[in-house]
């Protein structure tokens, strides 16, 4: 449990301190054991401190975290998972949240009323912070998973207004991250030739296209600014 996670922080606070290639064979058992604990359960405590010793590793390792990725990517991008933590409800389902003393929160909005889940809605924003640590870790190694990562971040973007509006923090947290995504497409560019240029097009556009949307239908200038600057940051590499 607890202690377990604690172990994990001392021992990559250990590789840190020794560098990448002393850890290195150190690294792929404790690797293991981390992704056999999650990066998101019920313990909050266990799994920030799991997602932390992780972060950790990737810098350490760099680019030689990339050897991870084929197991650990699908767990990460499976617990971003916005319609589970963004639900319609009902006002007697309501009701009976709020006499339950439920942490849920009910938010009324034009599509009816929906119940958030702030405490998945928490791991969300760890997760994709974690994500964005090891794109920008691994460098060209991440080139290989950008399309999973991509679509993944796009059926979040892709939700509906009413609720992509009461889960506009996961929405800004992932306007960086997509703008990682190009950044490792255009890194290879001199290596891979127009294979890569084209993902790079193409991630801009996807990108572009759907915030453009978003902010025509926008009317909250916070909103407005946000996916205006979601779209420099994605143009800009």
């Not at 699908?74 to 963004?86: D, F, K, M, R, T």
């Not at 009910?106 to 119940?115: F, N, R």
Request: net charge negative; with cysteine; proline share 3%.
């Amino acid at each position: 449990g607890r202690l377990r996670s604690k172990a994990f922080e001392c021992i990559s606070l250990l590789g840190f301190a020794v560098g990448g290639e002393r850890f290195a064979p150190a690294a792929r058992q404790t690797m293991v054991a981390m992704m056999r604990s999650g990066i998101a359960g019920d313990d909050k405590l266990q799994s920030a401190c799991t997602r932390e010793a992780m972060e950790r590793i990737a810098k350490t390792l760099g680019e030689g975290f990339g050897d991870f990725l084929p197991e650990l990517l699908p767990g990460i991008l499976g617990s971003l998972n916005l319609e589970s933590a963004v639900q319609q409800t009902h006002e007697a389902e309501a009701m009976a949240m709020a006499s339950n003393g439920a942490d849920d929160l009910v938010v009324p909005t034009e599509d009816g009323l929906l119940k958030v889940n702030t405490a998945q809605i928490e791991d969300m924003l760890s997760v994709i912070s974690l994500l964005r640590c090891i794109i920008r870790a691994t460098g060209p190694t991440f080139y290989e998973f950008i399309s999973p990562t991509a679509t993944t971040l796009a059926r979040i973007l892709g939700n509906a207004g009413a609720m992509m509006a009461v889960a506009s923090n996961v929405r800004d947290a992932i306007y960086p991250c997509w703008g990682d995504l190009v950044g490792v497409a255009a890194s290879v560019a001199t290596v891979r030739g127009q294979e890569a240029q084209t993902v790079v097009g193409d991630l801009v556009r996807q990108f572009v296209d759907k915030v453009a949307e978003d902010i025509s239908q926008a009317e909250d200038p916070e909103d407005i600014a946000s996916m205006t600057k979601g779209i420099a940051a994605v143009i800009q590499h």
